[in-house]
């Protein structure tokens, strides 16, 4: 648990750093809130692509723990080359860049989570959740903090350097994650046909090949087993079963690749089902989406809001680092009482309190602003942990990475939305920036509220049509 934590907390801190720092250096490089806030957007955006997907093949990987450590090296390289391109390349072509970088995002959140069962037992789990959110309450600290000391200091593009190297760093701990138990790499819940407990590869149990109750197959006349006169099993006259050129057994060609996108696409249809399918988990989800693109349209406006509020717009990535102290704080009250409160309440009263928050931050003054970033903190810590809450208890065991990426991704990509279209709001007006967040996490409530719950569902399906 302490090798998780520490690599949560080194990749998490890298990817909070990363979005403050992109930021920071597009309005350095690029001279425009809406240029920075396109870059950021690019980078968060296509994660709702790459979720899914990443999610079925840690689902299917038989040491998850590698494609997560393949994914950070490969998002920490697409950061340098972001970085890159704001000096050499089109601005255009520098977004690209950031698109595709992006696709990897949800393995720093969903994708380590998912991981968790497997590192404790199930009766610590609801504590194990609690640190966990609080990894992101702590990178959330860290992350910003450092972007704007590093950007003050050596510079923006600096600060993308650190965010990077952070990420890099939880290399190790990301390849030591557990493996999946019992479980051979393209083998389903169920389905193991290579490593059945008392079953041999293609017998039934109770059962064996080759002899079955009352007839003796192997003391027929003229007969070897499992062959018939004049014919072995595996070889048919003018047919090398075993021996067909370029070509392997069982393996036609041109199917293998067509089989193997069929069944990923399975498996996605499977995970959104899942999702949809199951009121909790679906009315959190939603929540949480429209939560993060409040949060997004707030991240678009701290460079215009610590300049003008606090002084300088590096400064303005410091009041992340303040939300983040609160949230680490009720996360870790939360830990001590992990099942004090409902999650499902926990979701949408903390989008409440953001709400409350956000309306407060649209006065620009610096006191009140500081409060309000910490009463900010002290809803969304708590709301995250809550949501990783539902997660691992609506989530199946089989299809629990791709819930959790996926979850994220959709978030990432919400948190995208929002920054995309606060950055030309603020340019017009900061407060209405501001005002239309705080609207945005309100609307939040409204979700979670309009989604029936299970129990409510099941009365409907039970009343019928003509109730």
Partial sequence: MGSYLAGAVAARAGDEMSGPALMLAGFALAGSTA???????GVTVSAAAGGPVLGVLLDRARRPGRLVAAALVLYATGLGLILVGLDRLPFAATVLIAVVTGLLGPALSGGWTAQL?????????????ALDAMTFSAASLAGPALAGVVAEALGAPSAVVVSAALIVSALPAAWLLPARPGRTRD?????????????????????????????????????????????????????????????????????TWDA????VIGDLAAGTRVIVGRPPLARATLTSIVTCVAQ???????????ERALGGSGRGAVLLSCAAIS??????????????????TVVWAGALVQAAALALCASGRPAVLVVAVLILGAGEGPQLAALFAVRHREAPEHLRGQI????????????????????????????????????VAALAVLVFLAVPSAKAASSAGRAGPHS
């Fill in 187 to 255: 083998a389903r819940p169920g389905r193991d046909g290579d490593a059945r407990p008392g079953r041999t590869q293609g017998a039934r149990p109770g059962r064996t090949r080759d002899a079955r109750p009352g007839r003796a197959r192997d003391a027929r006349p003229g007969r070897t087993q499992g062959a018939r006169p004049g014919r072995t099993r595996d070889a048919r006259p003018g047919r090398a079963r075993d021996a067909r050129p370029g070509r392997t057994q069982g393996a036609r060609p041109g199917r």
């Fill in 35 to 41: 240029d920075a806030s396109s870059l950021l957007a």
């Fill in 296 to 306: 997004g349209m707030l991240t678009a406006c701290l460079p215009l809001l610590g």
């Fill in 117 to 129: 069962p497997r590192v404790v037992p199930g009766d610590r789990l609801p504590r194990a959740n």
């Fill in 327 to 344: 949230a680490l704080v009720a996360n870790a009250v939360l830990a001590r009482f992990p099942r004090s409160v409902a999650p499902d």
């Fill in 260 to 263: 193997r996108a069929a069944s």
């Fill in 404 to 439: 959790f990426t996926t979850g994220a991704s959709l978030k990432i990509t919400g948190f995208a939305l929002g920054a995309a279209v606060a950055g030309p709001a603020a340019n017009w007006s900061l407060p209405g920036a501001l005002a239309l967040a705080a609207t």
